[in-house]
């Protein structure tokens, strides 16, 4: 069995007030065509299908089109909702779609939708687990007979383990996660959304019952304790903190139980996202941009002393997508120093104390963490 791992599509998404639609059905066609090539059977997506909940009417139109080239080319398709979507717009029409191969996650009602699928090796299960809460949980499950009211998760870690283990997973079969969560020691980029003190936290070993966890939520291609649990990153660059990275589409080869293979795909978008820096004088040289694509999206840095007045019409007419334009030089850096001093009086304790945290470890705080130093500051003011 083999099937395309691709997830936070963000459909309708603006990056710096410019759109980015034609840039995602370009990055679209592309998936169908590597789906034609790698002979996929099928294609997850986990989540972050729009970036809005209410999408516009053009987005819905573009994954409407790209669902029913999918299902016109006989490949599966399972799908969940993501933090950005609304689970219950992502659901509508789900009993319809089956019927052309389409499998999309449900409202989460206190159990995962599970779909089975059929090779040679034998029987493979497929757990659509929509982008979950604790609150979204407590609610799902507060009246339910089999649970303990003690029992009702308080953090994203209770809550994800609990969501799991209701699944009742065979752990004799082959089994696959499609999941929406932040795993604890994933890399973020700036176009993500943050919790601080990393209270949305999931340690990787809840999944362990799983041969392959397809995830979404990070924007970067990465893996997490091990190479089955992992996510696939955007198909676009959507920051400039994306902009050296390579956008790719994740293979997933599952041959017997225990047999795992994991490739990529690299894909190439229709504009670039890069960074320029340099005086003034030296990003406007036809020498300095006569070999590079100036239709691509790009960060300008300028380190003149001086304000260039209009300057960012003027570079827009090398560079028409520019999208933003920034100083470098003796008042910025001042200007700079000020605005973090600032912004460290305007953080609370544990804002302050999580920062430090993830920069010694490398990871954020846990949940637990989180609330001993929680209580720590506040055994602290009152002494």
Known sequence: MKLL???????????NEFSMLEDQ?????????IADDCKADGVMIAGDIYDKPVPSAEAVQVFDWFLTALADRGKQVYAVSGNHDSAER??????????????????????????????????????LLPFIKPAVVRHALEDAPDIDGKTLPESYQDAVRLAVERMGVDCTKRNILIAHQFVTGAGRCDSEEVSVGGLDNVDADVFDVFDYVALGHIHSPQYLKRETVRYCGTPLKYSFSEAEQEKSVTVV?????????????????LHDMRKIRGTYLEVTARDFYRDTDTEDYVQITLTDEEDIPDGLQKLRVIYPNLMRLEY????????????RAEEVEQKSELELFAEFYELQN?????DE???FVTRLIEDCKVL
């Open 328 to 339: 470098d030089n003796s008042r910025t850096k001042q200007s700079r120093l000020i605005e």
């Open 362 to 366: 490398n990871q954020p705080m846990s």
């Open 25 to 33: 059905k370009y990055i679209l066609r592309q998936i169908l065509a």
């Open 369 to 371: 963490q989180a609330a």
């Open 253 to 269: 080869e599952l041959g017997e139980k225990g047999q795992v293979g994991i490739s990529t795909v690299p894909l190439a978008p």
């Open 90 to 127: 992502i659901a509508f029409g789900a009993q319809l779609m089956r019927g052309r191969g389409v499998f999309v996650s449900p409202v989460y009602r206190g159990d995962t939708a599970v779909y089975t699928a059929q090779d040679s090796y034998g029987e493979l299960c497929l757990y």
């Open 5 to 15: 791992h691709i997830s936070d599509l963000h459909i309708g998404k603006r990056v």
